[in-house]
């Protein structure tokens, strides 16, 4: 589902679908109600909306048996059913073949289909998205590869640039994406209706800003990442115009852009299910390049223009309240500690190492876990708590919890299990979940309006 569907949309939906599975069950009077439809299934997208056969099937199927027999009498073509279900998500149980065959014989010898759950199907890049998605993550790459460098004097104006590049590309290929890869959804379009042309003859396509307007209006970008956006366009202007020689501009720069790439890897995953671990998304901390002077910064003997930018920075960050639950963000700090033993701290450890001039990083699998999987189960619950106007730690609730933490349906992107013997895996063990469970959450509990 995309990023920040609001609940009402989402409810209207299910009373919308509760309704057409009741004139479906008046249109086929055979056919029984099936208590294993919940509201989270109702509300999953590749729910029929309407009433039609392809709902009365999936009544008849979800979570139960139906011979084929059964089947006819609302289709005479059930494996035509079962390929547009399975295109929408649902998962069928299957004769344990390769290739495998979507039926099996019950114990009375009868051929059956029966659903044992669903999935949200895979994006599917092709053509023009999938182009310009590619050139996206190679401007993003680009843009931490320059930054990273150890003596770079262009570090943050480049970064800037290249970084505003790979968002512009990103939200267009999702403007695309949307409108089932048409390229015109693209293109700038005069008053007449005509495509607009630049100087080369070639078609204009639009601006960052209608992108970014586009995709807040369908809710898939939250104002945090719309801010920081504009943030990495302010720094970019400003780097066209002005040389910026300031160590807390420097500073500003890592923090807003930190943030840009981890809103950048959220709404690739989010939008595109691609997975980007393969390359490393992270920008050195300042203490790297500049070490005696990333302790000490000073806002006297800014020019004019620089410090005019820093005002506007902490203007606007003023608008915005911390949301530690929010997916996208403003800014981001980075700290670094350096030590010669190991010792006790926030901060990732990093420890020299003896008899050879290297440096070492040790992490522990705790430090790991608890980065990635914060949350015990009891504090789990205290944010539920306050994040939903109409939670209950009820049977619903438990259906829900259990699910996403089938690692057979979700792998790891939910939770993660810790055993007390981590070799063997067995034995005690406690779950550890991510924040990402609270977006799944979404919607299935109405938020508490802040």
């Not at 008849?60 to 048996?65: G, I, V």
């Not at 659903?115 to 895979?122: D, K, L, N, R, T």
């Not at 015109?184 to 007449?192: A, G, H, L, P, T």
Request: hydrophobic share 35%; net charge positive; aromatic share 10%.
């Amino acid at each position: 589902m995309p990023v920040g569907t609001c609940m009402t949309t989402i409810t209207e939906r299910i009373e919308e679908r509760k309704e057409a599975i009741k004139t479906c069950l008046k249109q086929y009077s055979y056919l029984k109600e099936n208590p294993a439809l919940i509201d989270e299934v109702i509300a999953f997208e590749g729910c029929p909306r309407k009433p039609c056969k392809k709902l009365a099937f999936l009544i008849l199927t979800y979570k139960r048996e139906a011979t084929v027999q059964e089947l006819k009498t609302i289709s005479d073509q059930p494996a035509g059913m079962v390929r547009s279900l399975r295109k929408d998500g649902f998962l069928f149980q299957d004769n344990g073949k390769k290739p495998p065959g979507y039926y099996y014989t019950n114990a009375t010898g009868e051929t059956c289909r029966r659903i044992v759950g669903y999935q949200f199907p895979e994006v599917k890049l092709s053509g023009r998205v999938r182009a310009i998605l590619e050139k996206s993550v190679a401007a993003c790459i680009s843009a931490i590869e320059v930054y990273n460098k150890p003596d770079f004097r262009y570090r943050e104006e480049t970064f800037s640039i290249l970084l505003v590049n790979a968002w512009e590309l990103l939200l267009k290929a999702e403007v695309l994406s949307l409108d089932n890869n048409k390229i015109r959804s693209i293109q700038e379009v005069n008053k007449n209706g005509f495509v607009v042309l630049n100087h080369s003859g070639n078609p204009r396509t639009i601006d960052i800003h209608k992108a970014i307007d586009r995709l807040v209006a369908k809710k898939l970008i939250d104002d945090h990442c719309r801010q920081n956006i504009e943030f990495l366009i302010e720094i970019r202007d400003n780097a066209v115009h002005y040389i910026n020689k300031s160590s807390q501009f420097s500073k500003r720069v890592q923090e807003i852009g930190t943030a840009g790439l981890k809103n950048y890897i959220t709404a690739v995953t989010e939008w595109f299910d691609v997975d980007l671990t393969q390359y490393n998304f992270f920008l050195m901390p300042m203490s790297f390049f500049h070490p005696t002077e990333a302790d000490s910064f000073s806002v006297r003997g800014h020019d004019k223009e620089i410090q005019r930018l820093l005002d506007y920075f902490r203007r606007e960050e003023d608008n915005f309240l911390p949301d530690e639950d929010n997916p996208y963000s403003l800014a981001l700090e980075i700290k670094t500690s350096f030590v010669k033993s190991s010792a006790h701290g926030s901060a990732l450890k990093m420890q020299y190492g003896n008899g050879e001039d290297i440096l070492t990083v040790k992490v522990s699998e705790e430090d790991v876990i608890r980065a990635k999987y914060p949350l015990t189960y009891k504090a789990l619950i205290g944010k539920i708590r306050n994040r939903y106007s109409d939670f209950k730690q009820d049977g619903r609730f438990y259906g829900i919890k259990r699910d996403l933490e089938d690692s057979s349906q979700h792998g790891q992107r939910y939770c993660k299990v810790r055993y007390l013997d981590s070799e063997s895996k067995r034995g005690p063990s406690k779950i550890f979940y991510s924040t990402e469970i609270l977006k799944e959450l979404d919607r299935h509990y109405t938020r508490i309006k802040k």
